[in-house]
């Protein structure tokens, strides 16, 4: 297949959000599958470390490689996972061309700190009434909200996670 073109007008904020949202409840129905497929081997038991030991640990490898699998291999084949062609946006690296396997790995590594930091912000916020914790998740909140306000200030309308891994998100018309 050619490669990808290195035109084309950078994706908004919108259609990101939008698309990322999407590939989460894609990888929310992955990880239900995986554990559904794993529940004869714990007895219908919950997966849980202090009840399975080291298969709890095997089985978060597992949905980690599985959920890693799903947007890398999306990624460098065509540069759009599901839900980025549903809104009609690609991925490209310098240059125009599509990522490879390490461009996915520091995207996808990136992209999972900051949602597991957000996560446990927003858990945080949503626990605690009093002004320290409330700081310790506004803290954990603030590089995903800070990576997603970087578009608006951006001149070329990319994500500070876009600037780490030296890619852009444009969108296909």
Same mark, same amino acid.
């Not at 994706?11 to 990880?31: C, K, N, T, V």
């Not at 998740?137 to 891994?165: E, T, Y």
């Given at each position: 297949? /050619?490669?990808? %073109?290195?035109?084309?007008?950078? /994706?908004?904020? $919108?259609?990101?959000? !939008?698309?990322?949202?999407? @590939?989460?409840?894609?990888?929310?129905?992955?990880? $239900?599958?995986?554990? $559904?497929?794993? +529940?004869?081997?714990?007895?219908?038991?919950?997966?849980?470390? %202090?009840?399975?030991? =080291?298969t709890a640990h095997i089985y978060h490898a597992l949905l980690f490689l599985l959920v890693f699998g799903y947007f890398?291999?999306?990624?460098?084949?065509? #540069?759009?996972?599901? #839900?980025?062609?549903?809104?009609? =946006?690609?991925?490209?690296? !310098?240059?125009?061309? *599509?990522?490879?396997?390490?461009?996915?790995? +520091? *995207?996808?590594?990136?992209?999972?700190?900051?949602? +597991?930091? !957000?996560?446990? #912000?927003?858990? @945080? +916020?949503?626990? %605690? %009434?009093? &002004?320290? @914790? =409330?700081?310790?998740? /506004? &803290?954990?909140?603030?590089? /995903?909200?800070?990576? $997603?306000?970087?578009?608006?200030? @951006?001149?070329?309308?990319? &994500?500070?996670?876009?600037? !780490?891994?030296?890619? *852009?998100?444009?969108?296909?018309?």
């Open positions: 297949m /050619a490669e990808v %073109s290195a035109t084309g007008a950078p /994706a908004g904020l $919108f259609r990101r959000l !939008a698309a990322l949202l999407y @590939d989460l409840l894609l990888a929310i129905a992955l990880a $239900f599958v995986a554990t $559904f497929a794993l +529940l004869p081997l714990t007895g219908g038991e919950a997966i849980l470390t %202090s009840t399975q030991g =080291i890398a291999l999306c990624w460098t084949r065509g #540069g759009q996972t599901l #839900g980025m062609k549903a809104w009609r =946006i690609r991925l490209q690296a !310098a240059g125009g061309r *599509r990522l490879n396997w390490t461009d996915a790995l +520091l *995207r996808f590594a990136i992209g999972a700190v900051l949602m +597991l930091m !957000a996560v446990a #912000g927003f858990v @945080d +916020l949503l626990r %605690s %009434s009093r &002004s320290p @914790d =409330i700081l310790v998740g /506004a &803290s954990l909140l603030l590089p /995903a909200v800070a990576n $997603f306000a970087w578009i608006a200030f @951006d001149g070329a309308a990319r &994500s500070l996670q876009d600037l !780490a891994g030296k890619v *852009r998100v444009t969108r296909l018309t």
